[in-house]
């Protein structure tokens, strides 16, 4: 599970909550977005459309003082709450979404580049809420000065597509069933829990 406030973006600022399970596709690893909210109408039709996350629209409120960040799933009673311990350290990771889009599975390269802070972390879930699993106490870390760069997603090709599985994980939510043609690359500025 991960939250985001962005402070800028293409679409301008947002706030993001979403849960990820392992998945793969074929032989290539990543994660699947199987629950994902955000704050805002355009970033839901952009996250669906260009990369086949299964976006809704929610309200979400982030607060941050010195050490805590809270994220709040206002409509669900979700509260992601995460505090900073310990120094920053400068974190460059390479990430890989698979998710399945209208015009079938694709692949999600990301790039994020950040300061890292460990975390010390609790999620509240109502009991009867599908994500109930999820609550309690975690690790985690908290970024800040994080830079986000999402590009088009692809179908595999080359010599390892005679793999193609099918998705390894909870089928997302609803997906788009837009243009096969559609690719966006995206680049944001963000704060996020994880």
């Known amino acids: 599970m991960f939250g985001v406030r962005y402070t800028d973006s293409p679409v ?16 290539r690893p990543g994660f699947c977005l199987v629950e994902h909210v955000v704050s805002e109408p355009a970033a839901k039709v952009g996250l669906r459309c260009n990369w086949g996350f299964p ?10 003082d010195a050490e ?12 992601l709450r995460m505090a900073a311990i310990g120094p ?22 990301r790039r994020l580049t950040a300061s890292a802070r460990f975390a010390r972390g609790v999620v509240d879930v109502p009991a009867d809420d599908s994500l109930a699993w999820l609550g309690g ?19 595999p090709l080359g010599l390892l597509s005679s793999f193609r599985a099918p998705l390894r994980a909870a089928e997302p ?18 704060e996020a829990l994880q």
């Open 55 to 64: 976006a809704d629209v929610g309200r979400l409120t982030w607060v941050a």
């Open 88 to 109: 920053r350290l400068p974190v460059l990771v390479g990430m890989r979404s698979v998710q399945r889009r209208g015009d079938g599975p694709v692949l999600v390269p």
């Open 173 to 190: 939510g609803l997906s788009y069933r837009g243009s096969t043609r559609t690719a966006a690359r995206s680049s944001a500025t963000a």
């Open 68 to 79: 805590q960040r809270v994220l709040r799933y206002e409509d669900r009673g979700l509260v």
């Open 12 to 27: 301008g600022p947002f706030c993001e909550l979403a849960v990820g399970l392992p998945a793969r596709l074929g032989l």
């Open 137 to 155: 106490s975690h690790g985690g870390l908290v970024l800040s000065a994080a830079r986000l760069v999402v590009r088009p997603a692809r179908h």
